[in-house]
């Protein structure tokens, strides 16, 4: 008896999830049916549905965002991309994803977007094409060295373009509400968004105090050296207080919104704090002890020192050339030396990656 209930539940499980499924992809048949007429107002409509699922291909096999993209208009695929459409989604039948698409097709704006939104170039289809491999245009095959430079990054909005605005709350005739929405506006194109823009997606990774990498959650692109968008300084001029984006030469006096709380925080402890190499005449905004790939960190069963490389991810026992030179004290004197912790030697003169000295006053 006991095994004929589990049978009857197991069954109506299994009924339940096929309905579930065959109402998804009676959904999306509607929506690609929507794309393929270019009926734009129905097909926001439709993604505004609760249980829609965007990247559930219809019952043709066909994935609504490779339908967008062949339209040609940019204005389903930024919709759909806004509503969590996976830019790196592929055909199940041939397996192009839409950036195949819009090569082919010669859709460098739309090729730009899904760019920004994590498509990879590199990626190929069932016939071992990659999309790299249609580049028919200057224009597209610009796009392709931006992306082997870069990566995704290329393709984000200037810092300090993107704010978030507030949609306010509205009442109807019949006394119902709807609630006030935050959205984002791009101070410079005037373009508003739902999502989180890639620009405004970057997280700093520490590991023990020590900043590891930077990892952008729209794109999934990781990298060593600070993003541009992560690039501000909060500085002062006189009693005017602003920020500054030294990779980009920016100044807003705006809070810069693609920073997390996190690094906020920072910058509010550190306003002004730049450092000045005596030898080179260079200044710099960050710390010195970052300019190199290593970090020196804690093994947490031993308590030794291990050093790890941001940019290989290697980690090693033995101290590396770049971190071997270390300030010391002369017991005698209290003056400040210099030592090289490998050959031993010593002197009092700074080599030059050593010759950093920190300023805060006023710029």
């Known amino acids: 008896m006991a095994g004929c209930k589990l049978l009857c539940l197991l069954l109506t499980v299994a009924v339940l999830g096929a309905t579930a499924a ?7 048949d509607k929506l690609v049916d929507l794309v393929k007429k270019k009926q734009f107002d129905g097909f926001v409509d439709e993604l505004q549905r609760d249980d829609m699922d965007v990247n559930q291909p219809d019952s043709k096999g066909r994935l609504p965002l490779i339908e967008a993209v062949r339209t040609k208009e940019i204005k389903f695929v930024d919709a759909l991309l806004q509503y969590g459409a996976f830019a790196k ?3 199940p039948a041939t397996g192009a994803t839409p950036l195949h698409v819009a090569f082919q097709q010669n859709l460098p704006q739309i090729a730009r977007m899904l760019l920004q939104y994590g498509a990879d170039v590199n990626v190929e289809d069932k016939s071992g094409k990659k999309a790299r491999e249609f580049a028919p245009t200057k224009e597209i095959r610009e796009l392709i060295a931006a992306y082997d430079k870069d990566g995704p990054m290329a393709f984000e909005d200037t810092p ?12 109807s005739l019949s006394g119902e509400s709807t609630p ?10 005037g373009d508003s968004r739902w999502n989180t823009p890639s620009s405004c997606a970057w997280q700093r990774v520490d590991v023990q105090g020590h900043p590891i990498k930077y990892v952008n959650a729209i794109t999934g692109q990781e990298v060593h050296d600070v993003p541009p968008s992560l690039a501000w300084v ?3 001029r006189d009693t005017q207080v602003m920020y500054y984006n030294w990779k980009v030469n920016a100044t807003q006096l705006a809070v810069p919104e693609e920073v997390p709380k996190d690094m906020l925080a920072d910058m509010d402890k550190n306003i002004n704090v730049r450092w000045y190499n005596e030898k080179t005449g260079e200044f710099a905004w960050i710390d010195p002890a970052y300019h190199t790939v290593w970090r020196e960190l804690k093994d947490e069963e031993s308590k030794k020192s291990y050093f790890f490389n941001v940019e290989t991810g290697e980690s090693v ?7 071997a030179w270390t300030r010391v004290k002369d017991d005698e004197t209290g003056d400040e030396f210099f030592h090289n912790r490998l050959t031993l030697e ?7 990656h050593m010759a950093w000295v920190r300023h805060d006053s006023d710029l």
């Open 160 to 171: 300090g373009s993107w704010t978030r605005a507030t949609k306010p709350s509205t009442a």
């Open 346 to 352: 010593s002197t009092w003169d700074a080599p030059a």
């Open 180 to 189: 006030a929405e935050e959205y984002w506006f791009n101070t410079r194109t």
């Open 234 to 236: 909060k500085v002062r």
């Open 317 to 323: 026992w033995e101290l590396p050339d770049a971190m």
């Open 22 to 28: 065959k109402i998804n992809v009676n959904l999306t």
């Open 89 to 91: 989604s592929k055909d």
